[in-house]
């Protein structure tokens, strides 16, 4: 439920919002497409331990849609 809510303002707000204040409509349409090909948070970490980074955890942040991730790298 929470998901829907964020993708639809993402994808609809978010860019309307941008473009009345910038003054160009088309300033934020980029974002819901950029925001959806971010890793989720499991495979952002599963690429750090296959890139050689040990101890890898993460913090989700502001209701599950910002994550921390951290790592040791050797």
Do not use: C, W
Request: zero cysteines.
């Amino acid at each position: 439920m929470l998901g829907d809510l964020y993708r639809f303002y993402t994808r609809k707000v978010l860019p309307s919002i941008g473009g009345l204040i910038s003054g160009d409509p088309d300033a934020y349409a980029y974002l819901p497409k950029s925001v959806s090909r971010f890793f989720r948070p499991d495979e952002l970490a599963d690429l750090m331990k296959q890139v050689g980074y040990k101890q890898v955890r993460y913090h989700l942040m502001t209701l599950n849609s910002v994550a921390l991730h951290l790592g040791v790298r050797e």
